[in-house]
């Protein structure tokens, strides 16, 4: 009777570690499960996260460069390409300069008027530093320019090439003096920005109201690699045009 007791007991552990071992599997997989699931979701995360700034920070490039050129002057409008700036070529950086009226160089206040016209003292300038993802907004006097304030010419290319130098530092301080003239305010506007292009349209289409400038705005932001190592983005494009109210 007591051999038969002893074989229960030993049966019954003997079952006990076998349960134990299947609990501790579905115990792992579950655990690898969820962890999946988490990775996913965290991925699912980073993706929408880097969506909405790609497009935040198009957004915000296009915005206030529209506002400020749709108050500006068509024939003051200058576009630098950037096959003409230099460096990579495959790096799009074009740089689009436009007279402005507004009293304060952050585009506040309101607009200089001379004899019932509105006055326009000096430049703005877009542009996307080569080498970098960010977009800045650089107000520019310009020597000789403009030579009626009432009536502004485009900057000239070989100037304005002046206020692009790559070795000039982002944010300028105030007055701070080039060759043809001096940079009075510099400010970051967009970061993120795999390119921003400019493209003026034929100025006789004016006349019938067609938009002058083309704008279209590119940023990316890394969301990792594939598998052959190559790097993948999370992609925003706009594209927009505009037509300044003064001509």
């Known amino acids: 009777m007591l051999i038969n007791i002893k074989q229960i007991k030993e049966d019954k552990k003997a079952f006990t570690v076998i349960e134990l071992l299947i609990v501790i599997f579905l115990f792992g997989v579950f655990l690898s499960a969820i962890g999946t699931i988490c990775v996913q979701g965290i991925k699912a995360f980073h993706r929408s996260r880097n969506k909405l700034v790609t497009q935040q920070e198009a957004q915000l490039a296009i915005d206030r460069l529209c506002r400020e050129l749709n108050e ?83 900057v000239p290319k070989d100037k304005l090439e002046y206020f692009l130098k790559p070795s000039y530092p982002l944010s300028c301080p105030p007055a701070y003096s080039v060759s043809s003239g001096s940079i009075t305010d510099d400010r970051k506007i967009a970061k993120e920005i795999y390119s921003i292009e400019f493209d003026l349209y034929n100025p006789s289409l004016v006349n019938v109201g067609i938009p002058v400038v083309h704008i279209t705005v590119d940023a990316r932001v890394k969301q990792g690699t594939d598998a052959n190592g190559k790097d993948i983005y999370e992609q925003t494009v706009l594209t927009t045009d505009v037509k300044p109210a003064n001509n």
């Open 72 to 154: 500006s002057y068509e024939p003051g409008i200058a576009i630098k390409k950037s096959y003409d700036n230099g460096g990579d070529p495959n790096e799009i950086w074009d740089a689009i300069c436009f007279p402005t009226s507004r009293n304060n160089d952050d585009a506040s206040g309101t607009t200089n008027m001379k004899y019932g016209k509105l006055e326009w003292n000096r430049y703005v300038v877009y542009f996307k530093k080569m080498g970098t993802k960010e977009v800045y907004r650089r107000v520019i006097q310009v020597t000789g320019h403009p030579a009626n304030s009432l009536y502004p010419e485009a």
